[in-house]
Nanobody
């Protein structure tokens, strides 16, 4: 199986920055996409950004220009740099990876437990 562990969340003032990290471990044969989703209070989970193994990226339209996703394939790690944070960015941020486990042809989605980001003065 594949385990994802996020870190870097916390409390930040409006206009501040945070950098989230997520590292995948376990019986990994290959990781395809890695990305971030978030779920704010009373809201549905939504896409934040995704990065392919080759480096292509997709962002939620509302977050372009403030958030930047990047990957380190050697470390099986994905990052999310968040700048100019707003109170509406408050949410639990979840890491997601599409991966193939060793000794199996199956490709599946794996989720981390989430890290809380609170933007408040």
């Amino acid at each position: 199986q594949v385990q994802l562990v996020e870190s870097g969340g916390g409390l930040v003032q409006p206009g501040g920055s945070l950098r989230l990290s997520c590292t995948a471990s376990g019986s990994i044969f290959h990781i395809y996409d890695m990305g971030w989703h978030r779920q704010g209070p009373g809201k549905q989970r939504e896409l934040v950004a995704v990065a392919t193994r080759e480096g292509s990226t997709v962002y939620a339209d509302s977050l372009k220009g403030r958030f930047t996703i990047s990957r380190d394939n050697k470390k099986n790690t994905v990052y999310l740099q968040m700048n100019s944070l707003k109170p509406e960015d408050t949410a639990v941020y979840y890491c997601k990876a599409t991966a193939q486990v060793r000794a199996t042809p199956l490709v599946d989605d794996y989720w981390g437990r989430g890290t809380q980001v609170t933007v408040s003065s």
